[in-house]
Each structure stands twice: as C-alpha cells, then as structure tokens.
C-alpha cells in the first residue's frame, strides 16, 4: 500500500516555513486571564496560517489552589504563585498581564527587563506618572509593547476608521461616546478592588472610559483640551468580609467629559456603572460633512452609515451594514457571510496583531495601541479628574 494512502499522522509532516512558536506567560486567571486564552487557543486555526503558535506555558496567580485549578482548566503546562518566578523561565516570549491595575507596573517593567515582549490590560496604569514610568523603562529593553484595548480591533471599529480616513465622510464635526454598566449599582454590593484608588487608580473612568477615550484617539485623532465631571453615587461600601463594617469608596462611579479635538472636532464622552438596564453598552456616533456612522458593542456586527447626498433622497437615511462579507476587515478567517462572530474573538484580532509585530519586526502602533497609547490615554484620564476637582478647562499636554 502506498505510504500516503489511509492514516497520515501529521504530527510528522511539519513543513518548511512552519510558524514559530511563543510561549505565553500569562498573570491573572480571571475575567481577562480566561478571555486572553481563549484567543491563544482560537488563533492558530482561525487566523490561518498563524503568524505564530502561542504555546500555553505558565499562568500566575497569589491561590494557589485557584491557580492549579485555572492552568488545568485552560489547558497551562504549569502554574507559579510568584511572578518573579514565571519570568525566569526561558520557555516564556511573552509575559501577559491580565492581573488588577496596581499589579501592571513592577510585574511589566521586570518581565521587559528579563527580555520578555509584554501584553498589558488596560488601563496601562493607575496614574499619566506610572504610565510614563512603565513606557520609559519597557522602551529600554527594545520588546515589543501593547496595551489590551481589544475594540480597536472589532471589524465593525476598523471599518469605520477606514471609512474615516478614506476622507468619505468628509470633516469630521462631532464624536460622541457612551459607556455605560448597571454592575455595582446596589448600595449592598461590597467593596472590591476596582472601588478602591489605591489598586484602582479611578472608577468608571479608568475601567470604561479609557476604552472610549482610546476609540476617540484611535478613530478622531488627539484632543486638544478636555473638561470633565466625576461624581461617586454610593461613598461606602460594605467590606465583604463578614464583619457588617464598612469600607470607604474613593473613585468614581461615574464621569461626563466635553474633548476639544486639534483637528477642530467637538467630542462628549462619558461612562457610569449606575446605568440601570445597562450591561455592556458601548456605543459611539461620529458626524462628519458628508455622513455619519453609529455603532453600539451589543449589537457589535452592525455598522451604521448614513450618506447625506444619496439618491434618491427619498431613501435617504442611516443603513444597517452587516460587518460579516469575506471582504470586511478579519471576516475572511472566520464563517460565511450573516454568521456573526462575538467579544471574544477581538481578542483573537489584537493577539494575531501582536504576534506579527513580535515575528516581522512590526510596529504595533497605529493601529494597535503601545505602551505610547497607554501613556497618552492616562493623561487625558488625569486631565478629565484634575478638570473635575479644579472645575476648569485642561490643556492636554504629553
């Protein structure tokens, strides 16, 4: 019988030009720390060929027990309770940080410093001055950097950049952001890392408004000036821990901001956790001269365009686009046309992208967002609080 008839095992017929691998070191087992490996496990089949293979080696948490418990889970060669340690570890290419955001800075720079590329939720940082601190020193080491700001990589947000910058809508006049969540709404919810400044750096703000404000960057350009409005609805919490004591709340619930974009464009932005009804409601309107287009994440395979000099002017008005055609950005690698994709698979896109920038020697940024990024969008943050607190205007100045 010929050699190539009836069972082929391919784990021999590795060919030349195979991708290479790199070995993920992933912090956190969470929320992020589940979403980020879900992508690994998804790109190489779907973003195909793979530019590399993430190969699962270590994930990092302080329970032990819930760490093992996650590295079986999600499919980790191994697991460490300490950071330190995961990042000896030669198998290790890229050092992931999925943890909270007072555990971004130290774990980041040294992994950097250890020769690791480096993949940061966001925010970047707490403070502009911890971001700028985490930029300089991870920009010595010569890796690779980005920030998780996974929506610059939805099809239906690329599709729109494109749009923008092809110069069809013309001058763009305004950008108009919501974010809004219901989560923490019940004065009974208790006190939790993301309502503490100390590890959270901000409320709302930090958690959802840097996502809209990177969509501002990533979609407008750079604001100019910015004024803000933060407002804490509930100021204590209960502790969580049994003793009926109660624990002081000191971010934000809740903040409005007015931008002034250098290109002349007015923007409004605001995110609050108090929206009741609300559960993941992102959503953004841009008018330019000639059009405008509107998108909202729960509906995340829509684009919404309208022409202001179509014909015939009797049908004028916005258009449902379906973001699911071979030929709309990424769609061609997952299903046929109507059969939408979800959250998830942003993630699939973002790492896609930074394994290519780690392998071709590509820049992550425009259409990614670096260390840069992060920097920047932490100084608009602080400018938005110092607006609030000073009740003034705030050039914005990197």
Request: hydrophobic residues 40%; glycine residues 10%.
């Given at each position: 019988?010929?050699?190539?008839?009836?069972?082929?095992?391919m784990?021999?017929?590795?060919?030349a030009g195979?991708?290479?691998?790199?070995?993920?070191?992933?912090?956190?087992?969470?929320?992020?720390?589940?979403?980020?490996?879900?992508?690994?496990?998804?790109?190489?089949?779907?973003?195909?060929?793979?530019?590399?293979?993430?190969?699962?080696?270590?994930?990092?948490?302080?329970?032990?027990?819930?760490?093992?418990?996650?590295?079986?889970?999600?499919?980790?060669?191994?697991y460490?309770?300490?950071?330190?340690e995961?990042?000896?570890?030669?198998?290790?290419?890229?050092?992931?940080?999925?943890?909270?955001?007072?555990?971004?800075?130290?774990?980041?720079?040294?992994?950097?410093?250890?020769?690791?590329?480096?993949f940061?939720?966001?925010?970047?940082?707490?403070?502009?001055?911890?971001?700028?601190?985490?930029?300089?020193e991870?920009?010595?080491?010569?890796?690779?950097?980005?920030?998780?700001?996974?929506?610059?990589?939805?099809?239906?947000?690329?599709?729109?950049?494109?749009?923008?910058?092809?110069?069809?809508?013309?001058?763009?006049?305004?950008?108009?952001?919501?974010?809004?969540?219901?989560?923490?709404?019940?004065?009974?919810?208790?006190?939790?890392?993301?309502?503490?400044?100390?590890?959270?750096?901000?409320?709302?703000?930090?958690?959802?408004?840097?996502?809209?404000?990177?969509?501002?960057?990533?979609?407008?350009?750079?604001?100019?000036?910015?004024?803000?409005?933060?407002?804490?609805?509930?100021?204590?919490?209960?502790?969580?821990?049994?003793?009926?004591?109660?624990?002081?709340?000191?971010?934000?619930d809740?903040?409005v901001?007015?931008?002034?974009?250098?290109?002349?464009?007015?923007?409004?932005?605001?995110?609050?956790?108090?929206?009741?009804?609300?559960?993941?409601?992102?959503?953004?309107?841009?008018?330019?001269?000639?059009?405008?287009?509107?998108?909202?994440?729960?509906?995340?395979?829509?684009?919404?365009?309208?022409?202001?000099?179509?014909?015939?002017?009797?049908?004028?008005?916005?258009?449902?686009?379906?973001?699911?055609?071979?030929?709309?950005?990424?769609?061609?690698?997952?299903?046929?046309?109507?059969?939408?994709?979800?959250?998830?698979?942003?993630f699939?896109?973002?790492?896609?992208?930074?394994?290519?920038?780690?392998?071709?020697?590509?820049?992550v940024?425009?259409?990614?967002?670096?260390?840069?990024?992060?920097?920047?969008?932490?100084?608009?943050?602080?400018?938005?609080?110092?607006?609030?607190?000073g009740?003034?205007?705030?050039?914005?100045?990197?």
């Amino acid at each position: 019988m010929a050699d190539d008839v009836g069972f082929v095992n391919m784990a021999s017929k590795a060919a030349a030009g195979d991708a290479p691998t790199l070995g993920i070191g992933m912090l956190g087992y969470a929320f992020m720390g589940k979403a980020h490996t879900n992508a690994f496990k998804k790109l190489p089949y779907m973003m195909y060929p793979p530019v590399a293979i993430p190969k699962l080696v270590a994930i990092c948490g302080r329970n032990a027990e819930a760490t093992a418990a996650a590295a079986q889970r999600y499919g980790y060669e191994g697991y460490y309770t300490d950071w330190r340690e995961m990042i000896k570890n030669p198998a290790i290419q890229i050092f992931d940080n999925g943890g909270p955001n007072d555990a971004h800075a130290e774990p980041t720079i040294a992994a950097a410093q250890a020769g690791k590329h480096v993949f940061c939720e966001k925010p970047l940082a707490r403070t502009a001055e911890e971001a700028k601190h985490m930029l300089d020193e991870v920009e010595k080491t010569g890796v690779k950097h980005m920030v998780a700001f996974n929506y610059r990589f939805v099809p239906a947000i690329v599709q729109a950049k494109k749009l923008i910058e092809s110069g069809a809508l013309g001058r763009i006049f305004h950008f108009r952001a919501v974010y809004l969540q219901e989560w923490i709404i019940d004065p009974k919810f208790p006190m939790i890392w993301r309502l503490d400044k100390k590890q959270a750096g901000s409320g709302a703000l930090g958690d959802l408004g840097a996502h809209i404000i990177d969509l501002a960057r990533f979609l407008i350009g750079e604001p100019k000036s910015v004024m803000g409005m933060t407002r804490t609805f509930i100021e204590e919490r209960p502790l969580g821990d049994g003793s009926g004591k109660m624990g002081k709340v000191d971010v934000d619930d809740a903040f409005v901001s007015l931008f002034e974009f250098e290109n002349g464009a007015l923007g409004t932005l605001e995110a609050s956790r108090f929206a009741q009804g609300r559960k993941n409601f992102n959503s953004l309107e841009i008018n330019g001269e000639n059009g405008s287009i509107t998108f909202n994440l729960e509906r995340m395979n829509e684009l919404n365009v309208y022409w202001a000099n179509e014909e015939p002017k009797e049908t004028r008005g916005f258009h449902n686009i379906n973001i699911t055609e071979s030929y709309h950005p990424y769609m061609e690698n997952w299903w046929p046309q109507g059969h939408i994709i979800g959250w998830e698979h942003s993630f699939v896109h973002e790492f896609s992208h930074f394994f290519d920038a780690i392998v071709n020697n590509k820049p992550v940024a425009p259409w990614g967002a670096d260390f840069n990024d992060g920097y920047r969008n932490a100084v608009i943050c602080d400018a938005i609080v110092n607006s609030s607190q000073g009740k003034k205007q705030i050039d914005i100045k990197y």
